[in-house]
């Protein structure tokens, strides 16, 4: 959830029965910024200007990019090292197919949505394709295969670059770039997949995801074999924060005024309603695709989180999709 | 209720969160050796023997995030993080129970 803006109205049928108390946000969120954009100095500009930008949109109402959807081209790289990594078209072409439904709230799942939350789900009004061109304009599978002779990589953006290991992206101005590989096994376990947010390095841009994590054939493996790690991940290219406001109290915030307060990260599988920060009776929103539930658990989207995408496609990111 | 004194020579050890043994109340940690189902995150705590500590945290786009600072064990039961010189705790966590291979804390 996010502290009240007055003249914000993004709110439709089940809504009103989303109520919190304001929240400030806090030094914990600032101080986990802040390491992240250190790295970076232009980063912390832009996503401030990003902000305001967002902010704008969502309050001159959000009928923009109105009629057809939007549609993204994907370029896929594969970097492996064994050939069990070397994941098919099939299984490539089945991440493409959960997120063209995630996208378009026609995953049949969302009707498993707690009947208090129904009127929020909402299309993001986007689909993804394949490039069928690459970057010099010529015919392609929009699948890139890279053989490395590391086993693994870690969160460092290694695997983004010929030059560590991995694939060069291409234009992330014109590309969603989605990098598939294996992460390495930590004494935390293996990560399933990572993200950077609008305003970065146009050369780290993009997802990287586990390739057992990775569309629902193949290699991909349950829990995690319905494709939702990558429709989180875009989630957060598109802007969008942890619908737990990654802090671990209530006073964070995902920047969106029609998800429920919520203290933790969920997991696994829980049941309805889950209380925390005061959020009763319907408690947190774990069935976001936002939260840390396994895929079969996720299903839903927010019409304040499509306003944030929607307000990134029509600023960070207006040079990409048709 | 009185505080139980805790057995403190077990702690010092790299805790991670066991999300899967959760309940409603509590929070179970495990050691870094258990072995782990694949998750979107793990927070974990390295409680170093001098005092020092290692914290890995999720960062907002699904990283880990590393902070150091330093621990103690308050009251008998009471772990405290602190960063840097700074005289206020980050971080507090009752403890409800802690054996070599399960550390308990309440939410
Ligand atoms: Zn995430």
Redesign the pocket.
Same mark, same amino acid.
């Given at each position: 959830m996010k502290e009240k803006t007055k003249s914000l109205n993004l709110r439709s049928g089940g809504a009103k029965t989303v109520k919190s108390a304001p929240r400030r946000r806090q030094c914990g969120t600032m101080a986990v910024h802040q390491r992240l954009l250190e790295q970076y100095p232009s980063f912390r500009q832009n996503l401030v200007d990003i902000e305001r930008l967002v902010a704008r949109r969502m309050l001159s109402g959000m009928a923009a990019r109105a009629g057809g959807p939007t549609t993204i081209p994907i370029v896929v790289h594969v970097v492996f090292n064994s050939t069990a990594e070397d994941i098919s078209d099939a299984q490539i072409k089945s991440q493409i197919v959960v997120l063209n439904k995630d996208y378009r709230a026609k995953n049949p799942d969302k009707n498993k949505t707690p009947t208090v939350w129904r009127g929020l789900v909402t299309d993001v009004n986007i689909q993804f394709a394949l490039a069928s061109k690459d970057p010099n304009g010529k015919p392609t599978t929009g699948i890139t295969r890279t053989h490395t002779t590391h086993t693994s990589f870690s969160d460092d953006n290694a695997v983004k670059s010929a030059a560590t290991g991995g694939a060069d992206p291409w234009p992330s101005d014109k590309f969603l770039n989605i990098w598939v590989c294996t992460f390495e096994r930590t004494p935390q376990g293996q990560l399933l997949g990572y993200?950077q947010f609008p305003g970065g390095p146009p050369k780290t841009d993009g997802v990287v995801i586990l390739n057992t994590a990775f569309g629902t054939k193949g290699t991909a493996t349950a829990p995690f074999n319905r494709g939702r790690t990558t429709t /989180?991940?875009i989630g /957060?290219w598109l802007n969008l924060h /942890?619908i737990w406001g990654d802090t671990a109290h209530c006073e964070g915030t995902d920047f969106v005024d029609d998800t429920p307060n919520q203290q933790l990260p969920n997991f696994g599988k829980p049941h309805f309603p889950h209380i925390t920060c005061s959020n009763g009776p319907n408690g947190d929103m774990f069935m976001n695709y936002?939260d840390y539930v396994d895929d079969d658990s996720m299903f839903m989207f927010t019409a304040g989180q499509v306003a944030r995408m929607t307000a990134t496609l029509d600023g960070p990111r207006s040079t990409i999709g048709t | 209720m009185m505080s139980k004194k805790v057995n403190a020579d077990v702690l010092p050890q790299w805790w991670v969160h066991s999300h899967e043994e959760d309940t409603e109340a509590e929070m179970v940690f495990r050691p870094a050796t258990f072995n782990f189902p694949p998750s979107r995150g793990r927070i974990s705590f390295d409680l170093k023997p001098d005092g020092s500590l290692a914290e890995s945290g999720i960062a907002p !786009? !699904?990283r880990r995030l590393e902070t150091k600072g330093t621990w103690k064990l308050e009251d008998d039961n009471t772990l405290a993080f602190y960063t840097g010189s700074q005289s206020a705790p980050h971080r507090v966590m009752r403890i409800t129970s802690v054996d070599k291979d399960r550390l308990v804390i309440k939410k």
């Open positions: 993200a /989180h991940e /957060h /942890h936002m | !786009d !699904d």
